[in-house]
């Protein structure tokens, strides 16, 4: 069974740029989840995808936006880059029946 | 509002020396809490997930367990590669959103 992955790894970026991050789910799993996550911090919630629809959101402003694939796969988009969003970016995914959430290691974004 | 807070914020223990975590919360409906482990620039690892109040899990030196509002983490005589960061989060009955506490950092001395 294969787990959660992302990429890339890490990334460096200048304020006002675009990001793509991806997610390739855990095996069956069709509900995926990212999440911020900065120094010394908790996870922060962004937001939910289940079957390709968005269907909860945190306390994050319209720049940051999200698609996921049929085969489950996602990607999480940031626009107008601020220094702030330097994070370590997490994805999850779960079974939609199931509650528990699986992550992946996570990508480091370093905004200068 | 939903919330989840950990204490202490970091906690040192001798090896052998067994100690408890503590997780406060405040949810409107429990759908789940879980209890995750994260080492230094990785991912959370998945530890333990409690539906009710009363529900006790183990696995090796853990060993959580469930309030209506709190919940613990056990660790009986840890070794240092129990050091690292737990976190606790919960969802609510909507399912739409997973809150996760600051965490705790463990180090453990041999």
């Known amino acids: 069974e294969t787990g959660v992955t992302q990429s890339p790894t890490h990334l460096i970026k200048t304020r006002g740029q675009q990001v793509t991050l991806r997610c390739s789910s855990q095996s069956g799993h069709n509900t995926v989840s990212w999440y911020q996550q900065a120094l010394g911090q908790g996870p922060q919630f962004i937001f939910q995808?289940?079957?390709?629809?968005?269907?909860g959101r945190g306390n994050f402003p319209p720049r940051f936006s999200g698609l996921q694939f049929p085969n489950y796969s996602s990607e999480l988009n940031v626009n107008a880059l601020e220094l702030d969003d330097s994070a370590l970016y997490l994805c999850?995914?779960?079974?939609?029946?199931?509650?528990?959430?699986?992550f992946g290691p996570g990508t480091r974004l370093l905004v200068l | 509002e939903d919330q989840v807070t950990q204490s202490p914020e970091a906690l040192r223990l001798q090896e052998g020396e067994s100690s408890s975590l503590n997780c406060s919360y405040t949810?409107?409906?429990?759908?789940?809490l879980f209890w995750y482990r994260q080492d230094p620039g990785k991912g959370p690892e998945f530890l333990f997930t409690l539906y009710s109040a009363g529900e006790e899990k183990e696995k090796e030196r853990l060993k959580a367990t469930l309030t209506k509002k709190e919940s613990f983490l056990h660790i009986t005589a840890p070794k240092p590669e129990d050091s690292a960061t737990y976190l606790c989060?919960?969802?609510?009955?909507?399912?739409?959103?997973?809150?996760f506490g600051a965490g705790t950092r463990l180090f453990v001395k041999a």
């Open positions: 995808y289940y079957r390709e629809e968005e269907n």
């Open positions: 999850a995914s779960r079974d939609g029946q199931m509650e528990t959430q699986y």
């Open positions: 949810v409107s409906g429990l759908r789940g």
């Open positions: 989060a919960v969802t609510n009955t909507g399912g739409f959103k997973t809150i």
